[in-house]
């Protein structure tokens, strides 16, 4: 892991709509890197950009992103405080790294601060949903200490 890369942390600017509807998009197509036969839909990248609008003020949600020196963005960090088996936790829905930049630290530090934004705000545990076939990030998250709990099934009807 070579962590010498100038890489700036910070928060979702809310003033940027480019850098709203960028976290939008990296949300919504990540699934395209394990799922082949996975659709963008312009309609749901604009439902999440008018999601992650309305909570610019709420300080139960954490957008950070990571950026290169000339401002690419080149990681996105999701999560939201809640209430899962009666604790507070931290739910993380997205982490996303360039794959150009992944093996460089950058996955791990988004996680290191959202788990330190986690516990400022007395989440007990953080948790993720993870998509069986995407196994670069079950990896990921079990060399981190994560533990598989429960595996949601699904049939298509």
């Known amino acids: ?16 709509l480019e850098e709203i509807k960028r ?12 799922d082949k036969d996975f659709i963008i839909r312009p309609e749901i990248v604009e439902s999440r950009v008018k999601h992650f609008f309305k909570s610019k003020d709420n300080s139960d ?15 996105f960090h999701w999560l939201e405080i809640e209430s899962k088996y009666e604790q507070i936790c931290a739910h993380i829905h997205s ?19 959202g788990e330190e934004w986690a516990k400022e705000r007395d989440a ?4 993720t949903d993870v998509f069986y076939n995407n ?3 079950i990896d ?8 598989a ?9």
Request: no cysteine; aromatic share 12%.
């Open 95 to 113: 982490l996303w790294v360039d794959s150009a930049f992944r093996g460089k630290g950058i996955g791990h530090k988004l996680k290191s601060l």
């Open 1 to 16: 892991m070579n962590n010498n890369l100038d890489i700036k942390y910070g928060l979702v600017d809310f003033s940027n």
């Open 23 to 34: 976290a939008a998009l990296i949300h919504e197509q990540t699934p395209v890197e394990w």
């Open 140 to 147: 990921f998250n079990l060399g981190l200490g994560f533990k």
């Open 149 to 157: 709990r429960q595996v949601e099934m699904i049939k298509d009807l």
């Open 124 to 127: 007990k545990f953080i948790f």
């Open 135 to 137: 196994k670069k990030m």
């Open 61 to 75: 949600v954490y957008l950070l992103m990571a950026k290169t020196p000339s401002n690419q963005v080149v990681g």
